[in-house]
């Protein structure tokens, strides 16, 4: 699938992958982000919730581990739309999603 950013969010984007430059915060992230991001439909069940609650807490471990590495504070403390912006980054390093910024020339 692919998803052009406006401007906006193309700074944003630019901006996350900034401060992550360090090869084990990426790889930290490449774990982290996809446990909080399953621990939510998980948490929407009863039977899930504790399930649930420990992928979060371990997936938030692993980014704030991997932030030790890079020596900076995560990007959403400052803006929490990186939130978002971090979904997107795991999905276009894992080629899930093919993110065109407004810098870049458009595939047709």
């Known amino acids: 699938m692919r998803i052009t950013l406006n401007p906006t969010w193309t700074g944003l984007l630019q901006s996350y992958k900034n401060d992550h430059q360090d090869p084990r915060n990426?790889?930290?992230h490449q774990i982290g982000i996809p446990l909080i991001a399953a621990s939510l439909p998980v948490g929407a069940t009863i039977v899930g919730l504790p399930?649930?609650?420990?992928?979060?807490?371990?997936?938030?471990g692993f980014q704030f581990a991997g932030h030790y590495f890079e020596g900076k504070k995560p990007s959403f403390v400052?803006?929490?739309r990186q939130l978002l912006v971090g979904l997107?980054?795991?999905a276009q390093k894992r080629g899930l999603l093919d993110v065109q910024?407004?810098?870049s020339p458009?595939?047709?």
């Open 101 to 103: 910024t407004s810098d």
């Open 106 to 108: 458009a595939n047709t």
């Open 78 to 80: 400052d803006d929490k």
């Open 88 to 90: 997107l980054w795991f």
């Open 26 to 28: 990426q790889m930290c």
């Open 51 to 60: 399930l649930a609650v420990g992928m979060f807490g371990v997936g938030w």
